[in-house]
């Protein structure tokens, strides 16, 4: 079964500066997908960031970039420029490549606290 | 665009009683989606409809949970009895075709319950 490991359940950063959250998975598939979810006071789930298993190169979306490393199964998040409503859970997630199937399975977050 | 709608937001009740969640996704959206959130913990999927078709149920608890996408629009989920066990966060999310693993889902803001 897979599993995804969030080994820090909270983190600080400074406002505008760089913080980075940690994730490990473990799986014996080779094509799966991973995403980094925001979750903020009101509950909602946003979608931050999403790396394909195939592709090396790592995936940014302006402040927000990963560092996938597929042979360890790690995929951290790494924050530039931390903003206060950058402050949140943020939950690493995986799902397997099998079209319309395919399990989101969750890890069990980081609370990201920002510092004015 | 109008996001996921979900009601109630807050939900109190004792053990052994009855309660249902509504959920309406974003229009045009095939794929719905059930996940339970307990306190301190990522979220679990509990159901996914694609269309007004089950695609995965494998982790609802059918003794007790049952849940209804009609005319592959709006979805109620149902807890009968509850159990203490059962407070949690319950999430509705949707995406727009379910058909690959990488699809971004929009999630609703969640109904939270206690149950006494």
């Known amino acids: 079964a897979q599993t995804v490991t969030q080994s820090q359940p909270e983190m600080s950063v400074q406002e505008a500066e760089t913080v980075t959250l940690s994730c490990t998975y473990d799986?014996?598939?080779?094509?799966?997908?991973l995403f980094w979810y925001k979750q903020p006071p009101s509950r909602q789930m946003i979608l931050v960031i999403r790396?394909?298993?195939?592709?090396?190169q790592n995936a940014t979306e302006n402040r927000f970039s990963v560092n996938f490393q597929k042979a360890a199964k790690s995929f951290s998040l790494k924050i530039s420029d931390s903003q206060l409503g950058d402050a949140a859970m943020y939950f690493c997630?995986?799902?397997?490549?099998?079209?319309?199937?395919?399990?989101?399975?969750f890890g069990k977050g980081t609370k990201l606290s920002v510092k004015p | 665009e109008a996001g996921v709608a979900q009601s109630p937001r807050y939900k109190i009740i004792e053990k052994r009683q009855s309660v249902a969640f509504w959920c309406n996704p974003i229009?045009?959206?095939?794929?719905l989606y059930w996940y339970q959130q307990i306190l301190g913990q990522g979220p679990k999927l509990l159901i996914q409809?694609?269309?007004?078709?089950?695609?995965?149920d494998s982790q609802l608890p059918k003794d007790r949970f049952s849940a209804e996408r009609l005319k592959g629009v709006d979805s109620t989920l149902k807890i009968q009895p509850a159990k203490l066990e059962d407070s949690a966060v319950y999430l509705c999310?949707?995406?727009?075709?379910?058909?690959?693993?990488?699809?971004?889902?929009?999630f609703g803001s969640g109904t939270q319950l206690s149950v006494l």
């Open positions: 999310a949707s995406s727009p075709r379910g058909a690959g693993a990488n699809e971004k889902l929009f």
């Open positions: 799986t014996s598939e080779s094509d799966y997908y």
């Open positions: 790396q394909e298993a195939y592709k090396q």
């Open positions: 997630a995986y799902r397997r490549n099998e079209g319309s199937q395919g399990n989101l399975i």
């Open positions: 229009s045009g959206h095939a794929t």
């Open positions: 409809f694609q269309n007004n078709g089950v695609v995965d």
